[in-house]
């Protein structure tokens, strides 16, 4: 082969590469909602928040075959998942804020990379959501109020039945909401977890049940677990580790 005919197959050979990586990404960019996306659920603190943490994964998407960790501050919170169960390929996927409506709205991404297994852990602000006139520190705005209870416990349902229709390989697990010091909680977050515990019947996912691991004897969060009665500490972090370990480990 000629010096000439050399090149010319080397630079094709570069000019295809960088087109098929080009299309590659451009694919992958589809996966995410776009900034026109927004669950009116949504504060409008976390509407901006949201989009944000979709561009960060966008630059950084998800590979086949991983762990996704899906859910809001206490999974986003949490940092790097894999460091802390020691396993190389759990990825966070948690977005400050962020309810079961705005999990419905970026399933695309997961769903289209088949992961081994997704964990979600997710209803608390939903929840925040519907008794935003009792508890509002920072003034937030919210286009619409969660219907109900049964109605984050459904959308729970329908986000493990969307995995499992279109990533059937993957393993769906879903814990259950965890505790908080507020007292006006208690009741729905109970109601909550129960009916996510009486959905499992369907054959959808498997329930972790974490609240039981983070709740103490008067139903609250136990109190070395929190910062703040919602968000969990160092030390609630490990506890979380130690109770999943094991479930982890059998996916590797």
Not at 24 to 40: C, F, G, H, W
Not at 78 to 101: Q, V, Y
Not at 139 to 152: A, F, G, Q
Request: aromatic share 10%; hydrophobic share 40%; net charge negative.
């Amino acid at each position: 082969m000629s010096k000439n005919l050399f090149s010319l197959h080397l630079f094709l050979g570069v000019v295809l590469s960088i087109s098929v990586q080009g299309i590659a990404q451009e694919n992958v960019k589809t996966l995410y909602p776009t900034d026109s996306i927004v669950s009116r659920y949504h504060n409008d603190w976390t509407q901006k928040h949201y989009q944000g943490r979709i561009q960060a994964f966008e630059k950084d998407p998800l590979s086949f075959d991983e762990i996704v960790f899906i859910g809001n501050s206490i999974t986003e919170k949490g940092g790097d998942w894999a460091e802390k169960f020691e396993m190389d390929d759990i990825r966070n996927r948690g977005i400050s804020g962020d309810l079961s409506d705005g999990v419905l709205k970026r399933l695309a991404e997961p769903i289209h990379f088949k992961p081994r297994a997704v964990f979600l852990l997710i209803g608390i602000n939903d929840l925040f959501n519907m008794y935003h006139d009792v508890e509002n520190r920072h003034n937030l705005k919210y286009d619409r109020i969660v219907p109900s209870v049964e109605y984050i416990a459904n959308n729970i349902l329908k986000i493990a039945k969307e995995i499992s229709a279109k990533s059937p390989s993957t393993k769906v697990y879903v814990r259950t909401v965890l505790p908080t010091r507020r007292e006006f909680l208690m009741d729905d977050i109970a109601h909550l977890n129960d009916l996510i515990q009486r959905n499992e019947k369907e054959g959808f996912y498997t329930v972790i049940d974490l609240y039981s691991e983070f709740v103490d004897k008067d139903g609250m969060m136990i109190r070395d677990f929190t910062v703040d009665g919602v968000h969990l500490t160092e030390e609630g972090y490990s506890h979380w580790v130690s109770v999943e370990k094991s479930i982890l480990e059998l996916l590797q």
